[in-house]
């Protein structure tokens, strides 16, 4: 199994290419924040402790994190590719999958950073529309639904995420680039990191990220 960690700022386009490019080769994709806010639907103890940390935007704390990633790591064990998105996020957690990576004996293959500058992630982030059922992502004017608020996978309605208020995503931003972004260096230095443009079409993108997946 080849594990890929999908890099870049809230509202990089990470969940959106990962999705494309999981249904064009075998490969499964694991996004945290999708994990952590099915589990705040469900109101899993796990989930109604992760949603205050959420709705500040601020990141959840490390340990459950690691968990959750351990537990993925066994179930996928018989996928060609895991695409890791929103994890890790911390140097802290980054040294607890290295760990965890070896105990199911493989290791991180590819980090590919999605480069987008922040006044289209603003951009992104403001017009992010996703389903309350299936998690699908549209944004009102680069993504729009076919029939406006409604999920074009599922008919379900279309929802603001609870963390896409303007405060909300200032302090994720902040958070990105004080904890997650270190890691573009650390990962850079083990020349594991490779840039995509995430300035174009989300397919154009996505067709980068499989090209370089295929390499
Ligand atoms: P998470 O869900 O991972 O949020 P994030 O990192 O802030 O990233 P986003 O999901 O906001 O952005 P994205 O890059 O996926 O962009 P998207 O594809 O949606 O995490 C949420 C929270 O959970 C965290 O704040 C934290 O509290 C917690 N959490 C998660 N993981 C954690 C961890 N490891 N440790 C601790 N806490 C954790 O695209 C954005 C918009 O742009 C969409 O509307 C989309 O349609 C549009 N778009 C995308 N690509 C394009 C394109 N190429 N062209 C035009 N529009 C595009
Ligand atoms: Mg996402």
Same mark, same amino acid.
């Given at each position: 199994?080849?594990?890929? /960690? ?18 064009? /080769? !075998? ?14 639907? =469900? ?11 959420? &709705? ?10 690691? &968990? ?23 140097? @802290?957690?980054?040294? !607890? +999958? ?6 199911? @004996? ?8 999605? &480069?987008?500058?922040? !006044? ?19 944004? /009102?004017?680069?993504?729009?639904? =076919?029939?406006?608020? /409604? ?13 896409? =208020? ?7 931003? +902040?958070?990105?680039? =004080? ?24 397919? &154009?993108?996505?067709? !980068? ?7």
């Amino acid at each position: 199994m080849k594990i890929v /960690i999908l890099l870049g700022a809230p509202g990089a386009g990470k969940g959106t290419v990962a999705a494309r490019v999981a249904t064009g /080769i !075998s490969a499964r994709h694991i996004s945290t924040g999708a994990m952590l806010r099915d589990a705040v639907a =469900k109101g899993t103890p796990a989930g109604t402790a992760a949603k205050t940390f959420m &709705d500040k935007g601020e990141l959840v704390p490390d340990n459950v994190l690691v &968990d959750m990633v351990d537990e993925l790591l066994a179930a996928a064990a018989s996928e060609d590719i895991l695409l890791l998105d929103g994890f890790p996020r911390t140097l @802290n957690q980054a040294r !607890s +999958l290295e760990t965890l990576v070896a105990r199911h @004996n493989v290791a991180v293959d590819l980090v590919v950073y999605l &480069d987008v500058p922040e !006044s289209v992630i603003m951009e992104r982030l403001c017009g992010r529309r996703v389903c309350s059922c299936c998690g699908a992502v549209f944004h /009102i004017t680069t993504l729009p639904p =076919k029939q406006e608020g /409604i999920c074009d996978l599922c008919g379900s309605e279309l929802i603001i995420r609870d963390d896409d =208020k303007p405060e909300t995503i200032h302090n994720r931003l +902040l958070v990105y680039e =004080k904890l997650t972004a270190p890691l573009v260096a650390m990962y850079n230095a083990e020349n594991k990191l490779v840039h995509v443009n995430g300035v174009g079409t989300a397919d &154009d993108v996505a067709e !980068s990220v499989a090209a370089i997946l295929k390499r």
